[in-house]
């Protein structure tokens, strides 16, 4: 059910939960500064208490309050990348923010989002949690159509559009020495090299150690259907493809294009409308044309494909 910027303030000054367009994926969102509707928001997702959630605020003066130690970088990447699609973990305040939200980890997620409506709706709340608005697994939603489908029609979603990057924000946290990338996403890791010096690693979680991101952990971005990731020729294929509009799939019944292989900003942006349309249509399998680079944005969209065809 479509909201203005001021319904959805009511509401979350109420305690109530509303989802909220952000430029990589829908949000849903609550006050960070009431617990019940923290409560509200793992229970309507089905989301495991050990997976915290993103602060979202309107500016670094916000963020700052929360945080004790501001590792190096971190002012040249909230410049540089704020307001947009980069998470960073950062050293926080366990009086001031909540554990539920945080897991019980010492630091918070931070993103400053960069969606002309939620930044003004941020601007009269104060700041909100949001995880992406899907039910936990589900592929994530980059429209309110998406958002209706997961938690009914009635469920109060500010409408602003289709998500332009379409995949959620890169996550980076600081080790003690550099940045790496805990979560792919939205920005590669390439993009920030000329800030930071250097191109962050992308972190794989050591045996025996906590994971650098729970959320990580889990079965995610996952339509009902059975996906079958392939990188041999798909010409005699006869099943249901999802592949790219610049190829041709001769023998499938039914083929789904993320857009050209060219473009892989456009393939991230339709990918979770791709995999919800599978379900929309019934399909039970689907192969996947995996023939595309191993580098920069393409590494994210691969990785958001093994996650939902992980079984
Ligand atoms: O683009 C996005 O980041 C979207 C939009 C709505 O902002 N949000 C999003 O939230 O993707 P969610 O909850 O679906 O994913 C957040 C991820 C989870 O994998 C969680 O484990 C991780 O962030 N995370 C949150 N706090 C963390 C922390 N303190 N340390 C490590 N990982 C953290
Ligand atoms: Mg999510």
Request: hydrophobic share 40%; glycine share 6%; aromatic share 6%.
């Amino acid at each position: 059910m479509k909201i203005s910027i001021a319904e959805a303030c009511e509401l979350l000054n109420c305690g109530s939960i509303v989802a909220v367009p952000t430029e990589t994926v829908y949000g849903l969102a609550a006050s960070l500064t009431q617990p019940a509707a923290v409560d509200k928001i793992f229970a309507l997702k089905g989301r495991p208490s050990n997976n915290p959630l993103i602060v979202h605020t309107a500016n670094l003066e916000q963020i700052i309050q929360y945080v004790t130690t501001i590792p190096e970088g971190t002012q040249k990447l909230a410049e540089a990348f704020w307001p947009g699609p980069l998470t960073l973990t950062l050293p926080s305040n366990p009086d001031k923010v909540p554990s539920r939200v945080r897991a019980g980890l010492t630091t918070t997620a931070f993103r400053i989002p960069n969606h002309p409506l939620t930044r003004e709706l941020l601007q009269h709340t104060g700041p909100l949690v949001m995880p992406s608005a899907n039910i936990s697994g589900r592929p994530s939603a980059t429209q309110r159509a998406h958002v209706e489908e997961d938690f009914g029609i009635d469920f109060p979603v500010l409408d602003g559009g289709a998500c332009s990057h379409g995949v959620e924000s890169t996550i980076l946290h600081h080790n003690g020495e550099c940045w790496q990338v805990i979560r792919l996403g939205a920005l590669s890791a390439e993009t920030f090299a000329p800030i930071l010096g250097y191109v962050p690693a992308i972190a794989v979680t050591p045996k025996d150690h906590a994971p650098l991101c729970p959320g990580q952990l889990y079965r995610h971005y996952a339509p009902n259907a059975q996906l079958i990731l392939s990188t041999d020729e798909l010409d005699k294929y006869q099943g249901v493809v999802i592949g790219f509009s610049d190829r041709s799939y001769p023998e499938a019944i039914r083929v789904i294009a993320l857009g050209p292989v060219s473009t892989p900003e456009f393939v991230a942006e339709s990918l979770y409308a791709a995999l919800r349309q599978l379900d929309q249509e019934g399909v039970q399998k689907a192969i996947v044309d995996m023939r595309f680079p191993k580098e920069g944005l393409w590494l994210t969209i691969a990785e958001r494909l093994k996650k939902a065809a992980a079984m």
